[in-house]
């Protein structure tokens, strides 16, 4: 089974090589903990956390080496802790632990390494240190250390290959600040001295500060995964500048002049809009994991953001949260249909004994995996109506396969159609579906009806079967 990837880097679909198969590795840029996380965050979130699930699929679960940091030094986490009137660190922990709970509740495995840039200050000052020494950064009057772009690039286009723009647009572009003590505008900061109130730590040439965005991903990925990552990947936003000077910096710390040195593939998800604008903090259109798990399961949020291939954008809207609980609904239906067939090993055995994850091998397209479940779904119901078992076994083992890599439909059906009642309902409807079922035996029609509007009442559905009747607590959004 071979794996093909778009990478950002060659700008073309490329067959996905390990440097050591025993040891796969996978770096994403996390979030910075100021706040809660909308849902465009976490479309990298659940998008990434599918390519480990694969590569843990294709390469074993023990060969698979996955880090996706905390930003926890920031100037928004330090405004936030001044207007608290607290440390950073009671702002980061709170919310990376509402992060991590609420990525946990989109079915996100959580990675190898949560690596945090507090906690690789030394890393990220040996670096620095490095830097300077190679004659690859500067520190200003002012007691910035600079990284020296046009050096790195000696005009060979390099420090624009990532971004696929020359150095003199990428200038332009940017609107890098232009500060007087740089020597070229595209300098970027990898150390800075902290601002009155503002967290300092001891920094390279007895400089105290605080680091820069860009060193902070350098230093934690290089320190807990070593060179070279085999994927690095992140949002579109993040090409330019962050992961272009990640590559910047981390080369040029070890004298590389080739970019696959420090990370030999590159993947970027697309954004995430809302009402035609991509969702973001500063534009004040986010909806928050946080309250959407309030009225959604996880796993309708998981799958609405896997409807949509990773590199296009995706459109974020209430019907397609509706699409998603129905298309789980009806696979649920269908396995609970199915609750008795036994699940078998679905490793190269016999005529259905394959499992197909085509569609995610080809460069992650969940769209068509899912359409591959329906397709297995499908074939299914017709085993089930036949009354085939072997052959019912084999598809239901294939779509449970299919579902465990996409991190979907690994409930209990049951569950799954009483979720969101408490115990105290599920007693109160299992004892009147008992009832019903006595005054059915009894041909007490009128009472058998009147118990159906209580539960009607209840906002729970009742569905009939010849194994007897079932129930579901009805969508109310
Ligand atoms: P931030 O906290 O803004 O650095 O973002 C964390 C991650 O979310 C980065 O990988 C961003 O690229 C990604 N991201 C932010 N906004 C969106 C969006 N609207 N759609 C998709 N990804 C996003
Ligand atoms: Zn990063």
Redesign the pocket.
């Given at each position: 089974m071979k794996l093909h990837i778009h990478d950002t880097l060659s700008g073309q679909k490329v067959e996905f090589k390990p440097n050591n198969p025993e040891r796969v590795t996978l770096y994403v840029?996390g979030?910075?903990v100021y706040n809660y996380a909308h849902i465009?965050?976490a479309?990298?979130v659940v998008v990434f956390d599918v390519l480990f699930r694969l590569l843990r699929h294709l390469y074993g679960e023990d060969h698979v080496v996955y880090a996706r940091n905390i930003t926890d030094v920031d100037d928004k986490i330090n405004k936030k802790a001044m207007d608290e009137g607290v440390d950073i660190s009671v702002i980061t922990n709170r919310y990376a632990d509402i992060y991590n709970a609420d990525m946990a509740a989109l079915n996100a495995l959580p990675p190898t390494y949560q690596p945090r840039a507090t906690d690789h200050m030394p890393d990220m000052v040996a670096m620095i240190e490095d830097l300077i020494e190679r004659k690859a950064a500067y520190v200003t009057d002012d007691g910035e250390v600079l990284f020296r772009v046009a050096d790195y690039d000696g005009g060979s286009g390099r420090y624009g290959k990532l971004a696929k723009r020359s150095l003199d647009d990428m200038i332009a572009g940017a609107r890098v600040e232009v500060a007087e003590n740089k020597d070229a505008a595209a300098d970027f900061v990898l150390w800075k001295p902290s601002k009155p109130g503002e967290p300092v730590w001891p920094g390279p040439q007895d400089l105290p500060g605080r680091p820069g965005w860009h060193i902070e991903c350098s230093a934690m990925s290089e320190a807990v995964l070593q060179l070279p990552i085999d994927i690095h990947g992140?949002?579109q936003?993040?090409i330019f500048p962050h992961h272009t000077n990640e590559i910047a910096q981390s080369c040029a710390a070890h004298g590389h002049s080739d970019p696959a040195a420090y990370a030999r593939y590159w993947m970027h998800?697309g954004?995430?809009d809302f009402s035609g604008e991509?969702?973001?903090k500063s534009l004040g259109n986010v909806v928050l994991v946080h309250d959407l798990i309030k009225d959604y399961p996880g796993e309708v949020i998981r799958w609405a953001l896997l409807s949509g291939h990773y590199r296009s954008p995706l459109n974020w809207t209430p019907e397609l949260l509706e699409q998603s609980r129905n298309n789980l609904d009806k696979l649920y239906g269908l396995l609970r249909r199915a609750v008795d067939v036994p699940v078998v090993e679905v490793k190269g055995r016999g005529q259905y004994t394959y499992v197909n994850h085509q569609s995610l091998l080809e460069d992650l397209n969940t769209p068509g995996q899912i359409s591959n479940i329906f397709f297995v779904a499908n074939s299914l119901e017709k085993a089930l109506g036949e009354k085939n078992l072997a052959v019912a076994s084999d598809l239901k083992s294939n779509i449970l396969e299919m579902g465990l890599v996409l991190g979907i439909l690994q409930q209990d059906p049951e569950a799954w159609f009483k979720q969101g009642a408490g115990d105290d309902l599920t007693a109160q409807v299992e004892a009147l579906i008992a009832a019903r079922a006595v005054a059915r035996a009894e041909k007490n029609w009128p009472e058998a009806d009147r118990i159906r509007k209580e539960l009607d009442a209840l906002n729970i559905e009742v569905m009939d079967s010849a194994g007897g009747a079932s129930w579901k607590v009805k969508a109310t959004n």
């Open positions: 840029c979030p910075t465009g965050n479309r990298p992140g949002g936003d993040l998800n954004f995430l991509k969702m973001s």
